[in-house]
């Protein structure tokens, strides 16, 4: 009868099992495989299959058949290729037992090492290495992780014994204890183990085997794994492998040691073997920094046949892998031991020399290059950044709301910050959450942290336009503004203190921390071409000013596709001509203010045009809504109403009444919801008439000034067709209008933002009146959810994420099945209109990768996103197009 | 050569055309060929079609081939038939012309009548008549209205002439002026025309006729008639007919004569023969008044003959139309001519009963019977309304919010409002817009008055559900709540004055107006009865007490769609817990509070399922931002600042500073994109949990008692199924908990609202927790548009609505291209998962008409509607299905 093989063997140059059964062994056991198969020299061992865990797993706890016999032979293979016997007293065979799914999970079984040994093997090992010490201190050490993983004995009683015995023996660090200290310590384990928990610790080293198996079979069914398996849609019939291999220790002697290296320098790419080790010493030594390990180099004086072992291994390694690893090695009495590689961690700098090397080194193509490179790593490269090798003061962490990094001295408002900054000073804008009122403020500023609000805040967003570093969220900080400090617990930082932001990750350090300078590469810009060569969709940029643009366009912008006209009117000088015109009683007195600003909108627009010469330029018309650019109602209501409670100048009681009056007929009660958008052009025209007249006056003047102008006018927040015809209309008329003065003509587009769940809806007629189409998919996404995310981020939505009733923020990553499938339906039914319609997405989406993926399955024509993300949407659009063709 | 026929000739029994040809002649000209052919005596007269409409207006004015030559022949067959002669100088024929399109069409042109007259004709016609006055006033009137109508003068021109000549003579009424008077005025008309105008007044009757032909082809072109077309989606091609018919005159002795009627009660549908006509007189003096008409039953006594042709025409008319017809009619020198029938405007109260009574009569089907009755008028049925017949005094009209009348003294603060009544005074809430604040104040008013929002306001909400009348959104008042006082123009309102409010119409009415009871008589009943009959559409009710689930059950609803548990916290014993719920400050003490509302909450569902004992009630958890509990962010903002400025009492500062800092840790920006809905449930578990014990133990207690208890538990807002997941075990925990202690199991599903595009989008996947749907199409409307019904109403919807950018307010008519979309791709991935999934509705539209009628072609299982709509809505379900099968 021939019973399934359970069992896979590696070992002595070759394994049963080979790197391609992830399925059937697990990730690190089908590794193990492959590194035995490839000549490496790796502890040899056995695994055995995800299939026997779920055989296991279905029958409460049966062995399949003949699982025993075969586990049985593949110990005494081992102990044959070892030279070593299980449970010898003289020449013991110890073993490591670890779980491996196929792919990597936490909640998972912990290794444990050094099983085989018991109160007589310890003896003969102590002995076959003339080292007790090392012995009882690995006997300790087994019998605590078995406890623990094997049997669920919480650590502290373990802690508290170990603690006992160094007082007795006046120590403070557990290496210094004697090596009677630590027979103590076994004893005392192994009495606590009877004596509290009942438990006589397995002393027969077959029976640890078996019971470390079964933990690791049972670990697949934890409640952490099923949870984590629900979370991260992986199968629940997959399994776990369990790997047995044979124990190396490189503290056997002078002759021995551990190490752990990289093929190439993992933090500047650099082709250059990097690395340290110890000798006579553990793995968990080189961790644990008592001794402080030899940087590589000094390997080939110290022991010069086995550097010359460990080149040959990892050249192999990374040539067999074609990427560079991150290595453990063990040298046991002079013999090298393999017992991890694995791709290694690195900076995005590295990530890039790498890849771009190994595609000049031909070791992969340009499309695996440029899949090596994970998009969001670029951000690293285009802020300044937190030198890391700098020790600082975290204060609290925030979100990541913006990267880079910033310091400065904290002012709690936006007008000290000018003022400030006139002085010469640096400064960090500290509020509670930021307004448009506060633009000029956060203009001046290093950088933006707020206590409130998620990454698609006002805060977050416009300092993402700015390129500028924002904390956002920062829940942990208490914002005392007529104190002019805030707190973190019970630490107060006040006005002018220095912080330092990173808006990599989200940290709030105290003090002024060393930062280092960006740099794009030039195998980053080789890269980028690269990606450029293969991607099919476009890159655009949202910008708002010359500045940004220009900067956009360094970074590969192909034109802008989102430039938001009202944070030109939050600047200081025009703010109260824009109050003005809101304010208005009449049409006449509106147009007046209009007037005022029309040659300012113009030249912002030249500023832009020129920036973006023979690329083109969306323009959206006005959006927000009008109460955005007026005194805050709350303010106006505590003012009037302390005024008239101290009997104030009537004259000034009756202009705050007024003006109050007026904010309150503006006011809504949910602005996201009210007049903004073309219901704002629709309802004044006059204001489009400005604004699109001021784009064609522009474009005239730099057209006879011999530069290249692509004008594209987008319509806001439309949601029947009949509101963009209106608008195309006007714009069309004053396009004419404009084009007759000057003379000449310029090519131009009128088109639309997809942005609400009836635009996707009525795609096919609104497409009928547009040029192109773009998706507001952050709007999108608050009206398809039904989220603010004003309001929903940093309330309701991080207990969704933390409670996986959302995978993820879907202001972040694009919503696929909801918000993702209303895009599919309104660029279906669009081109089913206008089959060839250049369809854009303008959200904060564009520059995430995940969302740039869709973005290419979608068949848009092109992403926007602010300029700092414009590098990783190239490289992600890249990927898109390699992964999905 | 053959050319086209052009001309419908309709006269002496016979006509060319028939009532099927409304395409090619016109409503009004296929209506004179049928009731000629049909032996109703009509002064004869010819159609010219649509046809020739268009090519004039496709050929700049010229006529087609043989149209000139058509209107001769046919003009000449008119003076046989009549025995006069066009422009006769003794006999001469005189005609009217007017337009005549497929549909009836404001904006075309009007009458021009006694077409035919000059200088020598009128002579003849005075002569003839015996009757100068008659004659010269006819001429008058004909100048003016032809040059008004065809020639495009202004009226004031001809009135300035017409009041000189009056002040003459020293009278005031047109009807006082003497021959030589009438003569003067048509003297001064001419020559007014010449001097002028620059006009020769045509005085050849041929050039007059082919004047007022052309200028009835031209008026399909005036911008009015496109703007309409456009408005209604009517082609531009259709062209509209022109009448040319025979003058009879009443007013050509005593022997002649006019009147209308009615061939059924207009007013009670009571089947008898129902007028009022004149002797010696035309048709408008029985409308302007200047005569008291007689009753119709005179009218044997004093022309028998006369009246027993009329009775046998009306009798004929009704029989062939199968309807109550309006008829005009004119005797001249003792022989009736019929003018016109169509089908007679009616009240509610007489069309059911006429639809009934005709059913009864063999004269039409049931189906027939159903589809004469629009179903919003029945709303006048079910509420008080204002006595038609009394003569009242408007002060200002608003939206008619919530149907109904109702009288009382005018306050101006909720809270007076409950002390007012305490008093046993009956009171008018008048209020700027209505929160849920004012909750106890609008329960005991007999209705509600705000100056804002809209037909979906809170106000107009909460009225309609509590059935209540309510004007909303009367934008013409000016609240002033401090001087207790409002404002119409110069009136001024105080607390206290009698106002009556007409919720059916929106006139806000000075004084105590006079109202009669409403009346559902037995017609309508059997009506309705019909329309349960046929009907696929089940039809629930909106309701949140016991009272109003009666009033509905009484109406005929099947069961309760929606019954929203948060109107209950509003109530004054609960609102101070509810509070207290929200404040506290962890979750014990919530739970402290949630067990005070148990019992409460408890009880209002004993009371609601006991009153639909037998039938489905469907129960909303929580669904509201739970801010809108708390006092309001302004007003205490308001008091701390006055508080402050005041060195007010520390304790109350302290007390208020906390409150404030919990009612901002609340407040959203976009409170309806904020925390609420299954939010709510999903962060505060222990809400949920309160809210589904009360359900299932008050279900428990009642099925004791034998009464048949059917619970629905219904998620609000859900976007993803996880969120309706997680609500669902909560619901089934609590239920099997439940069940247990009470030793029984009651049915119940729990279902979930679809009220967010991503729950349309995504309804495959929330159908497989869901036990039914029920789209939500309020907030469905707002999502979908992105429309806040809070701000849009009022504000830039009524500016779409009156430029025509939106056909209806989405919020009144479900928007089908839109929403309805949404619905049916909810629908139908609902049902892919579930094929016989329950769908519902319970939005304001489900009491919509043409909502419903959308809800049966979706195959919708039911709607559900306020109880006052549930009649509207089963004869709508009824009519939907009569039409659409």
């Given amino acids: 009868m021939s019973t399934k093989k359970h069992v896979y063997f590696f070992g002595a140059g070759k394994a049963e099992g080979t790197g391609k059964m992830k399925e059937l062994l697990g990730g690190k056991g089908a590794g193990l495989a492959e590194m035995t198969n490839i000549g490496i020299p790796v502890p040899p061992g056995f695994t055995i299959t995800t299939e026997a865990c779920i055989y296991y797993d279905q029958h409460h706890g049966e062995y399949p058949e003949g699982l025993e016999a075969?586990?049985?032979?593949?110990?005494?293979?081992?102990?044959?290729?070892?030279?070593?016997?299980?449970?010898?007293?003289?020449?013991?065979?110890?073993?490591?037992?670890?779980?491996?799914?196929?792919?990597?999970?936490?909640?998972?079984?912990?290794?444990?090492?050094?099983?085989?040994?018991?109160?007589?093997?310890?003896?003969?090992?102590?002995?076959?290495?003339?080292?007790?010490?090392?012995?009882?201190?690995?006997?300790?050490?087994?019998?605590?992780?078995?406890?623990?993983?094997?049997?669920?004995?919480?650590?502290?009683?373990?802690?508290?014994?170990?603690?006992?015995?160094?007082?007795?023996?006046?120590?403070?660090?557990?290496?210094?204890?004697?090596?009677?200290?630590?027979?103590?310590?076994?004893?005392?384990?192994?009495?606590?183990?009877?004596?509290?928990?009942?438990?006589?610790?397995?002393?027969?080293?077959?029976?640890?085997?078996?019971?470390?198996?079964?933990?690791?079979?049972?670990?697949?069914?934890?409640?952490?794994?099923?949870?984590?398996?629900?979370?991260?849609?992986i199968p629940d019939d997959l399994g776990t492998g369990v790997n047995v291999q044979a124990m190396v220790f490189g503290n056997m002697g002078w002759d021995s040691g551990t190490g752990v290296a990289f093929t190439r320098n993992p933090s500047t790419g650099e082709k250059k073997f990097y690395g340290e080790y110890l000798l006579n010493a553990q793995g968990e030594d080189v961790v644990a920094g008592i001794r402080t390990p030899n940087p590589i180099d000094n390997l080939p004086k110290e022991m010069p046949g086995v550097y010359q072992q460990l080149v040959d291994v990892y050249q192999k390694l990374e040539s067999h892998y074609r990427d560079m690893q991150d290595i453990e090695f063990t040298i046991e009495g002079g013999k090298l031991f393999m017992l991890q590689t694995r791709t290694g961690k690195r900076t995005a700098q590295s990530a890039i020399k790498v890849a771009v090397d190994m595609v000049h080194e031909g070791l992969i193509t340009r499309q695996e290059g440029i899949m090596r490179i994970e998009p969001r790593q670029l951000d690293q490269l285009l802020h300044r950044h937190i030198d890391p090798k700098a020790t600082v003061e975290v204060l609290a962490t925030g979100l990541p709301a913006s990267p880079g990094a910033a310091c400065g001295m904290v002012v709690l408002d936006p007008d000290d910050a000018c003022q400030w900054v006139e002085e010469g000073k640096k400064v960090i804008l500290v509020r509670n959450e930021t307004s448009p009122d506060?633009?000029?403020?956060?203009?001046?500023?290093?950088?933006?942290?707020?206590?409130?609000?998620?990454?698609?805040?006002?805060?977050?967003?416009?300092?993402?336009?700015?390129?500028?570093?924002?904390?956002?969220?920062?829940?942990?900080?208490?914002?005392?503004?007529?104190?002019?400090?805030?707190?973190?617990?019970?630490?107060?930082?006040?006005?002018?203190?220095?912080?330092?932001?990173?808006g990599s990750t989200g940290r709030v350090i105290l003090g002024q921390a060393p930062t280092i300078e960006p740099e794009m590469s030039e195998e980053g810009r080789i890269l980028l071409q690269w990606a450029d060569e293969i991607k099919r969709l476009g890159v655009r940029t949202n910008a708002d000013d010359p500045k940004s643009a220009g900067i956009a366009r360094e970074f590969g912008a192909q034109g802008i596709g989102l430039c938001r006209t009202e944070h030109m009117f939050f600047a200081e000088d025009r703010l109260p001509i824009m109050q003005e015109m809101i304010l208005a009683n009449d049409e006449k007195e509106r147009r007046q203010a209009l007037d005022k600003l029309l040659p300012m909108q113009k030249e912002d627009f030249i500023g832009i045009f020129k920036a973006m010469d023979g690329l083109p330029v969306t323009i959206r018309l006005l959006d927000p809504p009008l109460h955005e650019f007026l005194p805050k109602h709350e303010e106006l209501l505590v003012e009037l109403a302390t005024l008239k409670a101290t009997k104030g100048d009537q004259n000034k009681i009756k202009e705050i009444q007024d003006l109050l009056h007026k904010v309150e007929t503006l006011r809504e009660v949910n602005p996201m919801l009210g007049l903004r958008g073309c219901r704002l052009g629709i309802t004044y025209p006059e204001v489009s008439q400005m604004q699109t007249r001021a784009i064609f006056e522009a474009a005239c003047e730099l057209t006879k000034e011999g530069c290249k102008v692509l004008p594209e006018v987008m319509i806001p927040l439309v949601g029947d067709v009949q509101e963009l015809k209106l608008q195309k209309d006007l714009t069309d008329k004053v396009a004419k209008e404009t084009f007759e003065k000057y003379g000449l003509a310029v090519d131009y587009l009128v088109g639309t933002m997809i942005e609400l769940p009836r635009a996707a809806i009525t795609a096919d007629k609104i497409a009928s009146e547009a040029q192109f189409f773009s998706f507001g998919t952050n709007d999108l996404t608050q009206t398809t959810f039904g989220f603010s995310r004003d309001d929903a981020e940093g309330k309701f939505l991080d207990r969704y994420l933390e409670q996986g009733v959302l995978p993820q923020n879907p202001f972040e990553v694009l919503d696929r099945e909801g918000v993702g499938e209303l895009v599919k339906i309104g660029i279906e039914k669009g081109r089913t209109t206008k089959p060839n319609l250049k369809v854009g997405i303008c959200g904060e989406h564009g520059g995430e990768p995940n969302s740039v993926e869709f973005c290419h399955l979608a068949n848009l024509t092109y992403v926007s996103c602010s300029p700092y993300r414009v590098p990783i949407a190239r490289l992600a659009a890249a990927q898109a197009k390699i992964k999905n063709g």
């Fill in 438 to 502: 506060d633009i000029h403020g956060m203009a001046v500023a290093q950088g933006i942290l707020t206590a409130r609000g998620g990454m698609t805040s006002h805060a977050a967003v416009v300092a993402r336009g700015m390129g500028k570093c924002c904390v956002a969220g920062c829940e942990a900080i208490k914002v005392d503004g007529h104190g002019k400090q805030f707190t973190v617990k019970d630490k107060i930082i006040k006005e002018g203190d220095f912080i330092t932001l990173d």
């Fill in 70 to 233: 075969q586990i049985e032979e593949n110990m005494k293979r081992l102990e044959e290729t070892m030279g070593k016997k299980f449970g010898d007293v003289e020449n013991p065979l110890l073993v490591s037992v670890r779980s491996g799914a196929k792919m990597s999970m936490p909640g998972m079984m912990d290794t444990v090492l050094n099983l085989g040994l018991n109160n007589h093997t310890v003896e003969g090992l102590a002995e076959k290495t003339q080292n007790p010490r090392m012995a009882y201190d690995a006997y300790r050490r087994f019998i605590q992780m078995f406890s623990n993983v094997v049997l669920g004995i919480k650590h502290h009683e373990f802690e508290f014994i170990l603690n006992e015995v160094k007082e007795e023996e006046g120590v403070k660090q557990d290496t210094e204890l004697s090596v009677q200290g630590l027979r103590n310590v076994i004893a005392r384990y192994l009495s606590m183990l009877r004596e509290v928990e009942k438990i006589h610790f397995p002393q027969e080293p077959k029976e640890q085997l078996k019971k470390a198996i079964d933990a690791v079979f049972e670990s697949w069914d934890t409640p952490r794994a099923v949870t984590y398996r629900k979370l991260y849609n």
